[in-house]
């Protein structure tokens, strides 16, 4: 079992800046693939950008692309997503998700791909 637990959302405007974390726990998170979704009231749940644990390899939707990062930090079990330019429809609940069985890749944008979700951390983006 892997807990995960995000942290870091909030009300920012337009422009802003928000690094969002994922604190893992449970076991190690060797051969894994973390991912971050989110979801806006009335919308289904969406892909936004995920990381292969060993080896660093990131994949993004294309609506963030150049705007959010991915990351890792192995000695705190901790996956990141660092978002820049933010948009009012990047509002939404940021989840973070863990996937086992990566076998190197970081191309996983389903949520059925996933095995582990954290509760969710809301972003709000004022306009």
């Known amino acids: 079992q892997v807990q995960l637990v995000e942290s870091g959302g909030g009300l920012v405007q337009a422009g802003g800046s928000l690094r969002l974390s994922c604190a893992a726990s449970?076991?190690?998170?060797?051969?894994?693939?973390m991912g971050w979704f989110r979801q806006a009231p009335g919308n289904e749940r969406e892909f936004v950008a995920t990381?292969?644990?060993?080896?660093?390899?990131?994949y993004y939707a294309d609506s963030v692309k150049g705007r959010f990062t991915i990351s890792r930090d192995n000695t705190r079990n901790t996956v990141y997503l660092q978002m820049n330019s933010l948009k009012p429809e990047d509002t939404a609940v940021y989840f973070c998700?863990?996937?086992?069985?990566?076998?190197?890749?970081?191309?996983?944008?389903?949520?059925?791909?996933?095995?582990?979700w954290g509760l969710g951390t809301q972003v709000t983006v004022s306009s």
């Open positions: 449970g076991r190690t998170l060797s051969n894994y693939a």
């Open positions: 998700a863990a996937r086992s069985n990566a076998w190197g890749s970081s191309r996983y944008a389903k949520r059925y791909e996933y095995d582990y």
């Open positions: 990381i292969n644990w060993n080896f660093g390899s990131t």
